[in-house]
C-alpha cells in the first residue's frame, strides 16, 4: 500500500516555542491530507482538511493562527503548533489520499510540551 | 452530526475468534473502514468495505456489513497475542474524503 511518512516521530519542547511537523506522501501523490489528533485513550479527532494549493479548512473549535497548516506540493503538508502549551501535548496523525484512493495513515507524532 | 459506536473492550484467548462490532449513523456512507492501532503507534489500514458489500474475507479477517441496521462487524479468526491493539471502525462518504472514527475497541489476547 501508499506509504506517508512523519517527522518528527517524537518531540519534546518548551512552552511557548514553535513546533513544526511534517507530513509526505512517499509514493503517490495527494490530493488532500488530514490532520488528526488523538488525546490518550481517545479516538482520533480531525483538526483541518488541507488541499493542495489551497488554505486548510478548520473543524469547529480548531484555532487556526495556533495550528498552522501549509499544504506547499502534492506530497508535503506541515502543521506548525505555535506558542506550544503543555495542553498541547498531544499525538498527532496525519493522513493523506488522492481522488481515487483511500486514505492512509503516518505513522504519528508524539508532542510533548514542557 | 454523524457517529461511530464501538464497544470498548474485548478480551479473548489466543486461538479463539473475536467479533468487534460497530454502528454508525451516516446512511450516505461509502466506505466503512477496520484501522488497527498498536501501542505508542499510528494507524494501520486493515481492510475496508464498500457499502455495496455484504461481507468482505482477507486471509484471518471477515467483514460483515449490515447497511439495513448501519452495522459493521471485524471477525479475527484464529486470534494471536499479536493482535492484541485497538481496533478503530470508521465511515467516509467517498475516497479522498475525511473519516468519522469510533472510539476503538481495545483487544485484549491472552495466552
Known amino acids: 500500500g501508499a506509504v506517508v511518512s512523519q517527522h518528527p516521530s517524537r518531540v519534546i519542547c518548551k512552552s511557548g516555542t514553535s513546533v513544526k511537523i511534517e507530513c509526505r506522501s512517499l509514493?503517490?501523490?495527494?490530493?488532500?491530507m488530514f490532520w488528526y489528533r488523538q488525546f490518550p485513550k481517545q479516538s482520533l479527532m480531525l483538526m483541518a482538511t488541507?488541499?493542495?494549493?489551497?488554505?486548510?479548512?478548520?473543524e469547529q473549535g480548531v484555532e487556526k493562527d495556533k495550528f498552522l497548516i501549509n499544504h506547499a506540493s502534492l506530497t508535503l503538508s506541515t502543521l506548525t503548533v505555535t506558542s506550544a502549551h503543555p495542553e498541547d501535548s498531544s499525538f498527532y496523525i496525519c493522513?493523506?489520499?488522492?481522488?481515487?484512493?483511500?486514505?492512509?495513515f503516518g505513522p504519528g507524532t508524539r508532542l510533548l510540551v514542557l | 452530526g454523524e457517529d461511530v459506536e464501538q464497544s470498548l473492550f474485548l478480551s479473548v484467548r489466543e486461538g479463539d475468534s473475536s467479533v468487534i462490532n460497530c454502528t454508525y449513523t451516516?446512511?450516505?456512507?461509502?466506505?466503512l473502514y477496520w484501522y488497527k492501532q498498536e501501542p505508542g503507534a499510528g494507524l494501520q489500514l486493515l481492510t475496508y468495505i464498500f457499502s455495496n458489500m455484504d461481507m468482505k474475507q482477507d486471509q484471518r479477517l471477515t467483514v460483515l456489513l449490515n447497511k439495513k441496521d448501519k452495522h459493521l462487524s471485524l471477525r479475527i479468526a484464529d486470534t494471536q497475542t499479536g493482535d492484541s491493539a485497538i481496533y478503530f471502525c470508521a465511515e467516509g462518504n467517498q475516497a479522498g474524503t475525511a473519516l468519522i472514527f469510533g472510539k476503538g475497541t481495545t483487544l485484549s489476547v491472552s495466552s
Open positions: 509514493d503517490f501523490q495527494a490530493t488532500t
Open positions: 451516516d446512511s450516505s456512507s461509502t466506505y
Open positions: 493522513s493523506a489520499s488522492s481522488a481515487e484512493e483511500t486514505q492512509y
Open positions: 488541507s488541499n493542495e494549493g489551497s488554505k486548510a479548512t478548520y
